[in-house]
T-cell receptor, first 113, second 113 residues
């Protein structure tokens, strides 16, 4: 699976949009971009995933650049409960039934009142 | 729909003992995977079971083993505990298919003294 690079930390004001970048310059054509988050002392929580089109669900939006070398997770209206470590990972289509998932260091997002 | 349930949430053992952790997946999910999370190593894949068969295995010693029952509930066992086995052990379930989406439990935090 391709490696990802994320900033180690970022702050966000409550009520504002949080834009979390992720670089995956070696991504292959059959690799999906996934985002998870982990709130302190809890298990990771799935947020969203995409292949090449932008995606939106009730939690967030995922914007993938046309060359697919980077993506941005957008939390439209951050709340204090969004404070967590956010992980960006890429996984090959052929491995979707192979759950050797591994997270990097992620981005620690702190939402401030 | 109930989420992934892991028991016990916390436990303390001493070196040389063995431990069994339990995971009940989301109803209807047939895939259960296990992960070890430590501050130094991050999230590491242990193994994955589907319909009572181990499909994938990570790079852990034979002291780490698991099984899955006909009702999809899974257990993992660690024998001859070492200090380095202290970690958060996470279980994730998945419906399978082509989404690769994982649903994690809250984890079992093991401390080895």
């Amino acid at each position: 699976d391709a490696k990802t690079t994320q900033p180690p930390s970022m702050d966000c004001a409550e009520g504002r949009a949080a834009n979390l970048p992720c670089n995956h310059s070696t991504i292959s054509g059959n690799e999906y971009v996934y985002w998870y988050r982990q709130i302190h002392s809890q298990g990771p929580q799935y947020i969203i995933h995409g292949l090449k089109n932008n995606e939106t669900n009730e939690m967030a939006s995922l914007i993938i650049t046309e060359d697919r070398k980077s993506s941005t997770l957008i939390l439209p209206h951050a709340t204090l409960r969004d404070t967590a470590v956010y992980y960006c990972i890429v996984r090959a289509l052929r491995l979707l039934n192979d759950y050797k998932l591994s997270f990097g260091a992620g981005t620690t997002v702190t939402v401030r009142a | 729909k109930a989420g992934v349930t892991q028991t016990p949430r916390y436990l303390i053992k001493t070196r040389g003992q063995q431990v069994t952790l339990s995971c009940s997946p989301i109803s209807g999910h047939r895939s259960v995977s296990w992960y070890q999370q430590t501050p130094g190593q991050g999230l590491q894949f242990l193994f994955e079971y589907f319909s009572e068969t181990q499909r994938n295995k990570g790079n852990f010693p034979g002291r780490f083993s698991g099984r899955q029952f006909s009702n999809s509930r899974s257990e993992m066992n660690v024998s001859t505990l070492e200090l380095g086995d202290s970690a958060l052990y996470l279980c994730a379930s998945s419906p399978g298919g082509d989404t690769g989406e994982l649903f994690f439990g809250e984890g079992s935090r093991l401390t080895v003294l």
